[in-house]
């Protein structure tokens, strides 16, 4: 559905054109682009309230810059709705995280507004200050660099790390804290505690606008004065804060709290600092889902809320007709609860996902043992192995894809001092419209090479829970549970719980001529292919592999010793991936068979929604099917009886 632009906003197809207008025609610019916003979100689905509240100033930066020369880098990604619309691609945004259209994140191949691809989070200041040096050691003094990082996104190490670095370059950078108190879920820590303390400071506000007063009074000091006034306002800010300032702490020129929803005043302001050299920090405060009554209320949920009624505010949900399979990640945040309940050893850990692990039903039912611990998967893994040290059993719930964050830690930390920490990686496998930053395709690969790792994937709601239940008991050491977004299979999940055998997998049926080995949910596919095949009098036999590292060897020599055909079948990356481990264990073993393996191939995968991205990668049912139909007999009622 091709939503229409409002009078100004259909004349702006580039930031060229939006500087044809005046400053006060910033404001019904401003309006006209939240506007569209909603209108397109709101039938196509995606990120909103993220995007809502950076508005005016995403107007103020391309009218005040001059983009692309001037290099613009944002945080993440979910807040670049309007940039991407006022850079060439209004007329495409309807085709937003679909399947063949434009990416819901900056992408450098998609625009050259697009200075550095993003998906995860905190990388803008060390991006933008690579930028900045880089025009530096080009001769190109007059050239702007400019990071748009969220309060949420500055909690990361990485962060901290390029302000760090920044303070002592003397770069042209300028920082733009994005300072709303929220992520997807409300911002936790000692940050947003010293933000609040900016923000909300009566006195400190009240210097910061009466500044231009005391600067006018102190011009009498003469050529010295604007040091002076520079030590005095530090001193003044130290005071009135009752601590010193962080930013300028680490050299940067700290200017703030502004409004970030007055354009006009945004523009003013970013102009000026654009003629200040060294690096410098603008903190703006905005309300993220701005200008939509229900997204600035509810915040959370209205971060990727799908299609909804944009009067209404309705969040449109098809009313199934009978009972539905939870998703992996419900079943995940309730076990977690009833294991906690049986077991005081056990908490819960996420890097700032409560919500999108579910890790929230555990919060709210023993808040004093489950963490939120910010935007920072390094420090949840080795706090989680400091628990563990100290004989907890930590869940570490990460995304796969954030995983990848994490993986020194994963090794140093918790793998060769044997610890008994849970890894539960949410999102395994293609992620759906995120895309390539958020696709879980390598956990397998980057996790079945580390010594003293289990590592394991459930191919539905009750192995989850089974899975859970085996890796806290008593001396098990690092677990990892892999599993994918989105629905399981089993409506009457809730089952009791069983410990598993470690390494050890389970043959789901018997069959002839070929082997199909499964991990994971993809053995959901499996099932309702070898259902189809049946009909068409092929007998594929399959095996539930369960775990990736150990190897059921058992199994498998018996897969080896009967079977000429072997297909194997994976939601992860097929170099390092599970059919590569087959491959080993088939050599070692001087076995001979024909080795067909289906699973994501070596290269990126672009956005789409999950059934989309199985059948282009080639192993959804339909792809199973056709590999059995290549090398399998087909048989008939009678040859199988006799």
Same mark, same amino acid.
């Given at each position: ?262 354009? =006009?005043?945004? !523009?003013?302001?970013? $102009? #000026? ?5 060294? %690096?410098? /920090?603008?903190?703006? &405060? @905005?309300?993220?889902? =701005?200008?939509? !009554?229900?997204?600035? $209320? #509810? ?5 990727? %809320?799908? /299609?909804?009624?944009? &009067? @209404?505010?309705?969040? =449109? ?326």
């Amino acid at each position: 559905m091709q939503v229409k632009a409002g009078p100004l906003l259909s004349k702006i197809n580039y930031p060229a054109d939006l500087k044809q207008y005046s400053e006060t025609d910033l404001e019904q610019i401003s309006q006209e682009l939240r506007q569209y916003i909603i209108d397109v979100v709101s039938v196509n689905g995606g990120h909103f309230g993220a995007s809502l509240g950076v508005v005016e100033l995403t107007v103020a930066l391309h009218y005040a810059l001059n983009t692309p020369y001037d290099k613009l880098v944002w945080d993440v990604g979910h807040q670049a709705y309007g940039h991407k619309i006022l850079t060439g691609r209004r007329d495409l945004f309807h085709t937003n995280r679909v399947y063949g259209g434009i990416s819901g994140f900056p992408k450098i191949s998609e625009s050259e507004y697009d200075t550095f691809g993003v998906g995860h989070s905190s990388t803008s200041i060390s991006a933008a200050l690579g930028m900045a040096v880089a025009s530096q050691l080009k001769g190109e003094t007059d050239r702007q660099h400019v990071a748009v990082i969220g309060d949420g996104a500055m909690t990361a190490g990485l962060a901290f790390e390029g302000l760090n670095h920044a303070g002592i370059e003397n770069s042209n950078v300028l920082v733009i804290l994005n300072d709303n108190c929220m992520s997807i879920d409300p911002n936790v820590g000692a940050l947003k505690e010293y933000l609040t303390s900016i923000t909300i400071s009566k006195s400190y506000n009240r210097f910061r606008d009466d500044i231009s007063h005391v600067l006018t009074g102190l011009s009498k000091l003469g050529p010295n004065a604007h040091k002076y006034v520079k030590k005095i306002e530090k001193s003044i800010k130290g005071t009135l804060l009752k601590q010193s300032n962080l930013f300028e702490a680490l050299n940067f020129r700290y200017f703030g709290p502004v409004d970030g929803h007055d354009v =006009k005043r945004l !523009a003013q302001i970013i $102009k #000026d600092l654009s003629a200040i050299p060294g %690096p410098k /920090l603008l903190h703006c &405060i @905005t309300v993220k889902g =701005k200008g939509f !009554a229900l997204a600035e $209320k #509810d915040q959370t949920k209205w971060h990727a %809320p799908g /299609l909804f009624d944009k &009067i @209404t505010g309705e969040i =449109k949900k098809s009313i199934p007709d009978k009972p539905q399979p939870p998703k992996y990640q419900d079943v995940f945040g309730h076990t977690m609860v009833e294991l906690a309940e049986a077991n005081d050893k056990i908490v819960g850990i996420t890097p700032a996902m409560p919500s999108g692990s579910s890790l929230n039903i555990m919060m709210k039912a023993m808040p004093k043992r489950a963490f939120d611990v910010g935007i920072a998967e390094q420090h949840a893994v080795t706090f989680s192995a400091g628990l563990a040290a100290q004989g907890m059993v930590p869940f570490c719930n990460i995304y796969s894809s954030f995983m990848q964050r994490a993986y020194d830690q994963v090794i140093h930390d918790v793998a060769i001092q044997k610890l008994n920490v849970v890894f539960c990686l949410d999102r395994a496998g293609l992620a759906g419209a995120d895309g390539a930053t958020h696709h879980g395709a390598y956990d397998i690969a980057y996790m079945r090479c580390i010594p003293n790792l289990v590592v394991s994937s459930p191919m539905n709601e009750e192995e989850l829970r089974n899975l859970m239940f085996t890796a806290q008991q008593e001396n098990i050491g690092p677990f990892v549970i892999r599993y994918p977004r989105g629905n399981g299979v089993m409506p009457d999940w809730k089952r009791p719980f069983k410990a598993l055998e470690i390494g050890k997998g389970r043959k789901i049926c018997d069959g002839e001529d070929v082997a199909l080995l499964t991990i994971g949910h993809v053995g959901n596919f499996a099932v309702e292919a070898r259902a189809e095949l049946n009909s068409e009098g092929f007998y594929p036999a399959h095996y539930d592999l369960r775990f990736i590292k150990p190897l059921d060897e058992a199994l498998l020599h018996e897969v080896f010793a009967k079977y000429k055909h072997v297909i194997t079948v994976e939601d992860g990356s097929l170099p390092g991936g599970i059919g590569a481990a087959i491959l080993e264990f088939m050599a070692d073993h001087g076995y001979h068979a024909n080795v067909i393996r289906l699973g994501i191939p070596d290269r990126f995968i672009e956005h789409g929604e999950q059934a989309e991205l199985w059948a282009e990668c080639g192993y959804d049912k339909n792809a199973i099917i056709e590999a059995v139909r290549k090398v399998a007999v087909k048989r008939t009622t009678d040859s199988m009886a006799g």
